[in-house]
């Protein structure tokens, strides 16, 4: 618990996630206890932490190389150790379900991608991920192209709800519509 308030008060006075954790693992030798502390600081609950802990454990945190602790910091922080969830509203959950639905007919995506919606969508941070979405194209073999545009379209018209929603989602939104036209023919 003390440790955990030694992270809380790293990241009050300004660190970023991966520098308290390199603080923290360079003073406790620790480097799983550290994480775990930086993670309870973010108020990330604990079963969560645990299951973003166990996926990276054996590649960062079992074995440290000495005087490796930002860098580790740094890895975590990409991975997404870090992100703290964000509670979505039903609409939001709504556009969650229709860019799963997209996914879906992309018929494939990059792990890269996947990886970077993901957090994303842990976040909170939907324009984002809708907006990645509607660069990406759907294969041509396994993909369904009149789904994913449609899907999208209306993805980005519950986005467009909100009091002043973000100018690229205006564009993203009529460039989905007229994709959606053109594979429908």
């Not at 991975?79 to 969830?85: A, E």
């Not at 939001?92 to 007919?105: K, M, S």
């Not at 979405?133 to 999208?152: I, N, Q, S």
């Not at 519950?158 to 429908?184: K, V």
Request: include cysteine; proline fraction near 6%.
């Amino acid at each position: 618990m003390r440790l955990a308030l030694t992270a809380r008060h790293l990241l009050h006075t300004g660190a970023t996630p991966a520098e308290a954790y390199a603080s923290l693992a360079r003073r406790t030798r620790d480097p799983l206890r550290a994480a775990r502390a930086v993670c309870a600081a973010l108020t990330i609950p604990a079963a969560e932490a645990n299951r973003r802990l166990d996926d990276c454990y054996h590649a960062l945190l079992a074995n440290p190389r000495p005087n490796s602790e930002h860098d580790t910091g740094e890895l975590l922080e990409a991975l997404g150790v870090f992100d703290v969830p964000k509670h979505l509203d039903d609409r939001e959950r709504a556009i969650v379900d229709l860019f799963h639905t997209a996914i879906d007919a992309l018929g494939g995506i990059r792990a890269g991608h996947h990886h970077g919606l993901t957090r994303w969508i842990t976040t909170g941070n939907l324009t984002t991920a809708y907006l990645s979405l509607t660069a990406a194209t759907p294969l041509p073999r396994t993909g369904d192209p009149t789904h994913y545009w449609t899907t999208l379209t209306t993805a980005g018209e519950l986005l467009t709800t909100t009091p002043n929603p973000d100018p690229r989602l205006t564009y993203a939104l009529i460039q989905c519509r007229l994709n959606a036209t053109r594979a429908a023919r």
